[in-house]
């Protein structure tokens, strides 16, 4: 989870693919020779969990967290957190106890209230769900948006994403009669981005820009401050942007009632500063933690984002939250 949304790093990925399957998937049904219909229960679509089993898997991601934290220990909650978010926290966790190997110094632990929770229907593995609360952490009016996921049923529900709302910019969800959500396709045709190709789509954009994505923060404004940094006296930066699309990496979403969707996907950045002879590259404590290798002329850090975004039905990709975190550092 995004501690302070800073730096940040790695846990496993998972090898199950997290394309979303069509909600319009139907139970596959068998005639045996008695006549008897057989359902297939990997095929049939149904909630993805129970509420009462997201409100315990909530439960056991934060308590998890709790004890990662206070401790600067990664190995307390690696199994509950996997993709993107494993990444962005397990580096700051890693950093942390290397910084500070008798813990976090400044812990506060994390409580989460409101709860809410959008559960799809879908059909087979793997499964999802997002997870709506109140932290004790951040602004007052934020809301903390977490997706839940596992590959199948053998596994413990595991925290793939997190992103931080104002509670108005929280979207309305297309849900049926019974409350269930409804997921989006990785191929949907119906959304200005298809979202499994969201990632790549903005990895394009970073470096050349365009008009798939609206102008914003994370949008026009990173690309000009990154072009402001590229070039200054005595120090050249240069910038690489890579999809993340598989496993827990892949991108999820849900069907907003304007007939867009909230879509989660995931990014790789590298920055490379190359320093002129005699300049010196600042290294701050979390990258030094981090770093293999010397300082000499140039320092590459690696970074993964999560991204949430409204894909409209038509127009631009509007951001609402990007959340990234320090993975790794190399000195050359």
């Known amino acids: ?19 979303v399957m069509a909600t319009a998937t139907v139970a596959t049904v068998a005639m045996t020779a008695s006549g008897c219909v057989v359902v297939h229960g990997e095929r049939e679509v149904v909630p993805t969990a129970t509420r009462a089993e997201a409100a315990r898997a909530l439960k056991d991601f934060t308590t998890a967290y709790n004890k990662a934290d206070k401790a600067y220990d990664r190995s307390l909650d690696a199994n509950r957190v996997t993709g993107a978010l494993a990444d962005i926290d ?3 966790l890693e950093a942390g106890h290397r910084n500070h190997p008798g813990g976090n110094p400044a812990h ?3 409580q989460l209230t409101d709860a809410k929770f959008t559960i799809p229907e879908k059909a087979g593995w793997p499964r999802w769900f997002v997870a709506d609360a109140r932290a004790n952490k951040g602004g007052a009016n934020s809301r903390w948006l ?11 529900w595991a925290v793939s994403y997190l992103t931080i709302l104002a509670a ?5 969800f297309a849900k049926d009669k019974d409350g269930w959500a409804e997921p989006v396709t990785a191929d949907d045709a119906a959304l200005a981005v298809q979202p499994q190709k969201l990632a790549t789509a903005y990895a394009t954009y970073l470096q050349g820009g365009g008009d798939t994505f609206a102008p914003g923060t994370h949008t026009s404004q990173w690309r000009a401050t990154r072009l402001k940094n590229a070039s200054k006296p005595g120090l050249a930066r240069q910038y690489i942007d890579e999809p993340l699309t598989n496993g827990d990496y892949a991108p999820v979403g849900l069907r907003t ?14 920055e490379k500063q ?3 002879q005699g300049v010196n590259i600042p290294v701050d404590p979390n990258t030094k933690a981090l770093l293999k290798g010397e300082v000499r002329q140039s320092l590459t850090r690696e970074f993964v984002s999560n991204q949430a975004v409204l894909d ?3 127009g631009a990709v509007k951001f609402l939250s990007r959340i990234e975190g320090l993975k790794g550092a190399t000195g050359e």
């Open 312 to 314: 409209p039905a038509k």
């Open 108 to 110: 506060v632990p994390l």
């Open 274 to 276: 190359t320093a002129a």
């Open 168 to 172: 108005d910019d929280v979207p309305t």
């Open 90 to 92: 397990g580096g700051k």
């Open 1 to 19: 989870m995004s501690r302070d949304r800073g730096d940040r790093s790695p846990r496993t990925l998972r090898s199950s693919s997290r394309l």
């Open 257 to 270: 009632t304007d007939g867009g969707a909230l879509v989660f996907f995931a990014t790789r950045h590298y």
């Open 146 to 156: 977490f997706v839940f996921t596992r590959s199948d049923a053998s596994e413990v």
